[in-house]
C-alpha cells in the first residue's frame, strides 16, 4: 500500500519561500502515467489544486499561484517538493501531498497532511 508523508516547517514568515517535501513508499514517482501533486486547503474554504510533477519529470500548475509554486523531485530518495515563493497570510493551509492516478483520473493516495502557517 502506497504511503505518502509530508515534511517541512509548519510556520513560514511573510514574503519568504515555503518548502515541502513529500517522501513516498511502496510506489514510485517515476511510474507510467501516474502523476505525483500537492494540494492545500485554507482554513475554512475548499481543496486547492496547486500542481503535479509527471513521471518524466514534466510539471504543471495552477495558474492562480501566479508562477510562485516549483515543484521538484529527487528521485534516488523517491521524494517529490514543493515551493512556494513570496508567501502571504492567505497561504496558511493544510498542504497535501498526493498521487493522481491517470487511468481513473483522480487523486488515488493522499499523504495526512500538514499544516503551515505563515505569520510573522
Known amino acids: 500500500q502506497v504511503q505518502l508523508r509530508e515534511s517541512g516547517p509548519g510556520l513560514v514568515k511573510p514574503s519568504q519561500t515555503l518548502s515541502l517535501t513529500c517522501t513516498v513508499s511502496?510506489?514510485?514517482?517515476?511510474?507510467?502515467?501516474?502523476?505525483w501533486g500537492w494540494i492545500r486547503q485554507p482554513p475554512g474554504k475548499g481543496l486547492e489544486w496547486m500542481g503535479v510533477?509527471?513521471?518524466?519529470?514534466?510539471?504543471y500548475y495552477n495558474p492562480s499561484l501566479k508562477s510562485r509554486a516549483s515543484i521538484s523531485r529527487d528521485t534516488s530518495k523517491n521524494q517529490f517538493s514543493l515551493q512556494l515563493t513570496s508567501v502571504t497570510p492567505e497561504d496558511t493551509a493544510v498542504y497535501y501531498c498526493?498521487?493522481?492516478?491517470?487511468?481513473?483520473?483522480?487523486?488515488?493516495?493522499w499523504g495526512q497532511g500538514t499544516q503551515v502557517t505563515v505569520s510573522s
Open positions: 498526493a498521487r493522481h492516478t491517470t487511468a481513473m483520473q483522480t487523486f488515488t493516495a
Open positions: 511502496s510506489d514510485s514517482i517515476t511510474t507510467n502515467y501516474d502523476t
Open positions: 510533477i509527471g513521471s518524466d519529470g514534466s510539471s
